[in-house]
């Protein structure tokens, strides 16, 4: 057990200092300057040659030599900021820690399967990993919310205490077993925004009636105050907001909304982001498939995952705060809630979560873990800080 912890330490630092002194890690933080008018396709617009060969883990001879080969389609556009920059660190992380014995092939949103349906595309085999979010699977699967868009609910420091230090990295990989999946936490996604809104939010009472982009269990608690919920793909919400066609959204982090152009719209920009305080990415393969690697090739995987997961926690504040600098120079109106609306929304969001875990026992169990872990840290963090 010594040897094995010990070897995970030691590809940890390799990974650390790969991703570091990574070619282009210090122009990536260089101003990308203003961002375009309209979005950069997102999701399922990137499409690979009908004849691409057959996915799969490896051929024979790779066997034999030890070596990897894997297909990983990712649900983020590889250009966009910490999102998409974390999914092109971890493949680089993996060649350069393995000396190029394994390989990550990273195919773009859409090119085998439509984001929403990745996870299906894993099962048949028409890629051999995804690089996606949580929430995709919570349809199949209510808990794995509970890692995604959670509302009220831990931020980034606390979800990577809880997945290492607590039962989350359990509950985590026992719920992707139940799709057939093999899955492990590759980073963690800070706040979001509140989402950009076409007039002002001073009470409850202004959201009746109003078509909102809010998904999951935020939607459910927008629509106990009157709001019209509608399902959108990320590559709609952009134009329907131009469009007029609907009257507000929530679409991700600061960086990320200003690589879409959100900004031109001028639309009131809202914080904080209530409903996803933070939000897990993974990374998984079918579980058979993970199953025949050798030992060390998945240690090596799952420290390029954890070393993702650390190189998110620094990247994902300083791009964020570049971009609340750059909207204030455009003359982005900013707007924190209420405290009469945000105390509204929390109840609000107990109410749902309360009922959600009612009804499903497995949600409750995780959820219950969560917050009885969080007791601890959060009553450091109190004493502690100055």
């Known amino acids: ?46 499409k690979e040659p009908s004849d691409a060969p057959t996915p799969g883990v490896s051929n024979g001879s790779d066997i034999d030599h030890g070596r990897v080969r894997l297909r990983m389609q990712t649900a983020f556009n590889p250009g966009i900021s910490v999102l998409g920059e974390a999914s092109r660190q971890f493949v680089t992380a993996v060649k350069a820690m393995s000396a190029g014995m394994v390989t990550v ?32 699977a919570a349809s199949k699967v209510p808990a794995l919310q509970i890692f995604a868009s959670l509302p009220f609910g831990p931020t980034p420091e606390e979800y990577v205490a809880w997945m290492i230090g607590g039962e989350g990295g359990r509950f985590h990989r026992e719920l992707y077993e139940k799709l057939g999946v093999h899955a492990i936490m590759c980073g963690v996604a800070g706040s979001e925004a509140g989402g950009w809104f ?63 152009g959100f900004d031109k719209l001028s639309l009131i920009y809202y ?60 003359g982005v109106t900013i707007r924190v809630w209420p405290a009469s609306v945000m105390e509204a929304f929390r109840e609000t ?27 601890g840290p959060r009553a450091w963090k109190r004493l502690v800080r100055p």
């Open 271 to 330: 914080f904080p982001g209530w409903h996803q305080p933070a939000s897990l990415v993974d990374f998984y393969m079918r579980k058979d498939k993970w199953d025949e690697l050798p030992p060390d090739r998945q240690a090596l995987i799952e420290t390029a995952c954890r070393a993702n997961v650390t190189w998110m926690l620094a990247r994902a504040p300083v791009e964020q705060a570049r971009a609340m600098e750059y909207f204030r120079k455009q």
């Open 198 to 260: 076409r007039n002002e939010m001073r009470s409850v009472a202004d959201l009746k009636g109003l078509r909102v982009r809010y998904a999951g269990l935020a939607g459910e608690v927008l629509a106990r105050f009157g709001a019209e919920i509608v399902t959108l793909s990320p590559g709609e919400v952009f134009y329907k907001l131009q469009q007029g066609k609907i009257d507000a959204a929530e679409f991700s982090m600061p960086s990320v909304d200003r690589a879409l």
């Open 105 to 136: 092939k990273m195919l773009e949103a859409g090119a085998k399967a439509p984001t929403s349906e990745l996870l299906e595309a894993v099962l048949r085999g028409d890629v051999d990993a995804a690089f996606t979010s949580p929430s995709y």
């Open 1 to 46: 057990m010594r040897g094995s912890s010990n070897k995970l330490v030691g590809l940890l630092a390799v990974a650390m200092v790969m991703l570091i002194t990574a070619p282009g890690h210090l122009s990536a933080q260089q101003d990308p300057g203003p961002a375009s008018a309209g979005p950069t396709p997102t999701s399922d617009t990137v």
């Open 349 to 375: 969001s107990s109410d749902v979560l309360r009922e959600q875990a009612d009804k499903d026992p497995e949600f409750r169990t995780v959820l219950e873990d969560l917050r009885q872990f969080l007791d």
